[in-house]
T-cell receptor, first 113, second 114 residues
């Protein structure tokens, strides 16, 4: 059974800092991995999707990497802003599980002005 | 990008009543839709997978008679919480997939049972 772990559970940084969020998964036979942002009481906003054949994806100040063999992904946020404060969720989509996704518990990020 | 809507966004109901939540794919045909549940400060837990025109597949521990799922068309799936109780209060999120393993998420429905 796939398990997804996100570390740290919470992170507080001053504005302007670069930061890295970590995601690890136990079964490397994934189809793709997706990073989401969730604001309190809101739904999910997709940030980046990395196919299993890719090693990284970039969008603006965000960069996500994927190392399938080691079961790890990182989300790098450059020059953090207070508006980046949210919970960041990592989800993996399995090859052999009918497209089902497994979510990590998320990292709650607070960027202080 | 693909858009998925949910209705209602928020609902309050009395214990013992039933509530229906709709999930629609607005600009694509979704062969598969997924229903998730999220408790406060916890991650999303998959409840069931539904394919258009067939019965939903429920995850272990999810009561199929309590959470009725209908996927009657390629753009609409519904989740009905029957005889709701306060412990059913949660945030329900659907996702829709038109391509294998590409899921697009709805904005969620906050259910409060009093």
């Amino acid at each position: 059974k796939q398990e997804v772990t996100q570390i740290p559970a919470a992170l507080s940084v001053p504005e302007g800092e670069n930061l890295v969020l970590n995601c690890s998964f136990t079964d490397s036979a994934i189809y793709n991995l997706q990073w989401f942002r969730q604001d309190p009481g809101k739904g999910l906003t997709s940030l980046l999707l990395i196919q299993s054949s890719q090693r990284e994806q970039t969008s603006g100040r965000l960069n996500a990497s994927l190392d399938k063999s080691s079961g790890r992904s990182t989300l790098y946020i450059a020059a953090s802003q207070p508006g980046d404060s949210a919970t960041y969720l990592c989800a993996v989509f399995d090859n052999t599980n009918a497209g089902k996704s497994t979510f990590g518990d998320g990292t709650t990020l607070t960027v202080k002005p | 990008g693909a858009v998925v809507s949910q209705h209602p966004s928020r609902v309050i109901c009395k214990s013992g009543t039933s509530v229906k939540i709709e999930c629609r794919s607005l600009d694509f045909q979704a062969t598969t839709m997924f229903w998730y549940r999220q408790f406060p400060k916890q991650s999303l837990m998959l409840m069931a997978t539904s394919n258009e025109g067939s019965k939903a597949t429920y995850e272990q521990g999810v009561e199929k008679d309590k959470f009725l799922i209908n996927h009657a068309s390629l753009t609409l799936s519904t989740l009905t919480v029957t005889s709701a109780h306060p412990e059913d209060s949660s945030f329900y999120i659907c996702s829709a997939s038109g391509e294998p393993y590409e899921q697009y998420f709805g904005p969620g429905t906050r259910l409060t049972v009093t």
